[in-house]
């Protein structure tokens, strides 16, 4: 089966819903290039700003939590203070150009993300990447380390009345469709995206990095750098879906934008089901380079074709339907935990994690459920050799 992965947002077309987010993969011409002549279908400029302080990167600023793990594709964290673009405003007119040319021989969306001090330097900013040929803008409301006494980063977004205005302001300054980035960090992302889609936002991305602390024991200081770090990674994708949901859940009518956690081809699919209608990503390809982005193009294909969509918007937020509202949860106990004998080895472990106290160990070393057991699942879940599995009782 032929299928088409291409997505329209805001009119223009994408040939596939990886957009490389805004970071050290996009930060300079030669980065975006090489993102769209692996198969991107957009890529976020590294966020461009007059603020010289955003503009000098702290050294070193990047730390892996679990590197093996990261190797191998397993649960890893990306802790880093990485600023916004290391290049000036004026310089970035001529990256643009030099993109805008070279992208005829493989197509791509280029979407240039901003941040401005003030209101002033938001509409010049705007002016100025519409000026140099960028496709979309990206509004960097986002940022976990701008904190208070500007109008960038997450410092603005604690005002929805800021977030209004910095919107307003850059429609009225270009004639580009404009993209919100919403924050993590003390807002609630519905009325964040719900502000921003009022005051004329052409599409929010859902989610963005949060900002952690990690502390040495032995020094008791904090690692590296010695401050505060964005925390992004594959533990953050439940946390990111959800916000996706439920911001496709009100309705509103225009594209949303997943990100924040995604490491496969089946986290694209995820977000999709939930309501994105193309996602951006930014950790998996800085830990695992531009190569990365065929194999997921590849593997969104495969799922379409072994589940019979021919096109993307044929499945988009076809899970939605499928969350179970709270009042609506099972509370009856119909679910029996089985135990298959010839994996049990007797570690223990189900024994030990069991809040009900509801699992022993027989004679033979084998684990026995109890009548206490309430089928909360977690013994199902943590077994190393997956041993328990939940079955709905006979009736």
């Known amino acids: 089966m032929t299928v088409d992965v291409s997505i329209n947002i805001s009119g223009l077309t994408f040939k596939n819903p990886i957009i490389v987010a805004s970071g050290s993969r996009t930060a300079s011409a030669n980065h975006i290039l090489k993102c769209f002549e692996n198969g991107a279908a957009g890529a976020v400029t590294k966020t461009i700003t007059y603020d010289v302080m955003q503009q000098v990167q702290p050294k070193p600023r990047?730390?892996?939590?679990?590197p093996e793990d990261a190797l191998r594709g397993r649960f890893y964290s990306l802790y880093s203070i990485e600023l916004m673009s290391e290049h000036s405003p004026e310089k970035w007119v001529k990256e643009i150009r030099e993109i805008k040319v070279a992208v005829k021989r493989n197509g791509g969306i280029l979407i240039a993300s901003i941040a401005g001090r003030n209101f002033e330097e938001w509409e010049k900013l705007a002016q100025l990447v519409e000026d140099a040929g960028a496709d979309m803008i990206e509004i960097n409301l986002s940022c976990p380390h701008i904190e208070e006494g500007t109008l960038m980063g997450r410092a603005a977004s604690s005002s929805l009345n800021v977030v209004s205005q910095v919107v307003r302001i850059v429609k009225n300054a270009a004639s580009l469709p404009v993209i919100g980035k919403l924050t993590p960090h003390g807002a609630n992302p519905i009325n964040?995206?719900?502000?921003?889609f009022s005051s004329g936002a052409d599409a929010v991305v859902s989610t963005a990095r949060f900002q952690g602390l990690i502390i040495d024991v032995g020094s008791?200081?904090?690692i590296l750098w010695g401050s505060y770090g964005g925390y992004g990674g594959p533990w953050q994708l439940p946390i990111s879906l959800g916000w996706t949901a439920h911001i496709a859940r009100e309705n509103v009518g225009k594209p949303i934008i997943g990100s924040g956690g995604i490491s496969g081809w089946e986290d694209i699919v995820r977000f999709l089901l939930v309501g994105a209608s193309a996602v951006q990503i930014c950790t998996a390809i800085i830990i695992g380079g531009y190569s990365i982005i065929p194999k997921m193009v590849k593997g969104v294909m495969e799922w379409m074709a072994a589940k019979g969509f021919q096109r993307i918007n044929e499945f988009i937020g076809l899970s939605l339907k499928n969350i179970m509202p709270l009042e609506n949860l099972e509370r009856r106990r119909i679910y029996a935990v089985s135990v298959d004998l010839d994996k049990c080895t007797?570690?223990?472990?189900?024994?030990i994690v069991c809040p009900y106290e509801a699992i022993s160990l027989d004679e033979r070393n084998k684990a026995v459920i109890g009548l206490e057991c309430d089928n909360c699942g977690l013994c199902a879940s943590i077994c190393p050799f997956r041993a328990l599995s939940l079955k709905v009782r006979a009736s």
């Not at 990047?62 to 679990?66: D, P, S």
């Not at 964040?192 to 921003?196: H, N, R």
């Not at 007797?346 to 024994?351: I, K, N, S, W």
Request: a positive charge; aromatic letters at 0%.
């Open 220 to 222: 008791m200081k904090p």
């Open 346 to 351: 007797g570690c223990g472990v189900c024994e």
């Open 192 to 196: 964040l995206a719900k502000t921003m």
């Open 62 to 66: 990047m730390h892996v939590v679990n």
